[in-house]
């Protein structure tokens, strides 16, 4: 408890906050974030409804507007980085650990029908039963940092690792563009995919239904 005290109090440091007004400075992940915000309010995927009918594979809105937002972003992120206005900072890939993170967390998706980003803007359109999702991915993460975080089990994980590399460097393609347009085709190919198929559930829903009332009469 008291370790957990120490780390609280440090969390909000002067040194820390300095680096809201310091040269790394988070107004920029601020700015993103309100955007990714507006996109999902707009788009209407902070709904219950619009997750869950992704996994009942009814719903497609989530991946109609998400898969663009991948595509731009990855365009994006690598421009500004070869343009040289952003660092790149590449986390550690674990294959294991984010194996079986992947798996926990698309349970908890699948059962909730939240992630922590629309479980946020859910909560600000006033659904209160996003609560448990974001009380329990602030749970989690205590409980990683406590429990998990430097244990036996972390350490059989991290030799699984491979070190900072990106998809472009885990598929060795000499230049990273290469991968971002196979990428986007992938991606093009994905929306119309599920395009055609959400267009075949509407016309087969229809002939059932013009079925049924045949049926009835």
Request: proline share 3%.
């Amino acid at each position: 408890m008291h370790d957990i005290l120490i780390r609280l109090r440090d969390t909000f440091d002067p040194s820390t906050i300095g680096y809201f007004f310091g040269p790394d400075s988070l107004y920029g992940g601020f700015i993103i974030g309100a955007f990714l915000g507006i996109v999902l309010q707009k788009g209407k995927m902070c709904k219950y409804g619009c997750v869950s009918g992704m996994f009942r594979l009814w719903d497609f809105t989530f991946f109609r507007v998400g898969t663009p937002l991948l595509m731009a972003g990855m365009i994006l992120i690598y421009f500004f980085r070869d343009a040289g206005a952003i660092n790149l900072y590449l986390p550690h890939t674990v294959v294991l650990a984010q194996l079986v993170g992947g798996i926990i967390f698309g349970a908890g998706l699948a059962i909730s029908g939240y992630c922590p980003a629309i479980a946020a803007g859910a909560l600000g359109e006033g659904a209160l039963d996003s609560l448990p999702t974001m009380a329990g991915f602030v749970a989690g993460s205590i409980a990683y940092a406590e429990l998990f975080d430097g244990s036996r089990i972390d350490k059989l994980f991290g030799y699984t690792g491979l070190g900072r590399v990106s998809f472009p460097d885990i598929f060795l393609v000499f230049n990273h563009w290469f991968f971002i347009l196979a990428f986007v085709v992938m991606c093009a190919f994905f929306l119309m995919g599920i395009t055609f198929y959400d267009e075949f559930l509407r016309a087969s829903f229809a002939i059932i239904g013009k079925a049924a009332r045949i049926v009835k009469k």
